[in-house]
Each structure stands twice: as C-alpha cells, then as structure tokens.
C-alpha cells in the first residue's frame, strides 16, 4: 500500500478505523505540542495500536541543551519557537 497522509490529533485517541501500519513517521511533532514532556509522551499511547509487532515509530528532532548544535540547528529552533510553531525553548 502506497504512503497516505491522515490528520489526527494526537494528545486524544486516534479515530482511524485502519491499520496497523509498519512504521509511524513523527517527524518534529513533539516540537509543536505545547505542554510537558510528559503531556506530549500520550502520543506514543494513542498511536501504539497502529503498529504491528515489529513495527517502527520513527521522526527527527533538533537537539536542545547539552549538546552541541549547528548554527542551521540554532537559527531553526529560534525560529520556531518564537513563531510559537516549537513548544521547547
């Protein structure tokens, strides 16, 4: 089956009547939900009945404290958060 794209939101369960699917992709989605990280952490919850044994949660992030960051990495992070588009200064 081809990639599809479906809308959701993902702090409340997911109505898909679909699935399960062999990988979830979760690129920067944490980053753009406001709260904690424990808030944000049902994601994970509501979207685990979508994966099979097996199956693969995968996404991408910009690094915050404790590491060493790009300037591209910075200039992106400032950018988002003061857009409010990140939720993690």
Known sequence: MPPRPFQANVLEPV???TGPFG???LNYLPHCLLGTLARKAVVFDHLRPFLPPGGTMFGSTLLGEGVERSSMARTLMRFY???A???NE
């Open 15 to 17: 109505p898909l009547e």
């Open 23 to 25: 990988s979830n992709g």
């Open 81 to 83: 958060n003061t857009k």
């Open 85 to 87: 588009i990140f939720s």
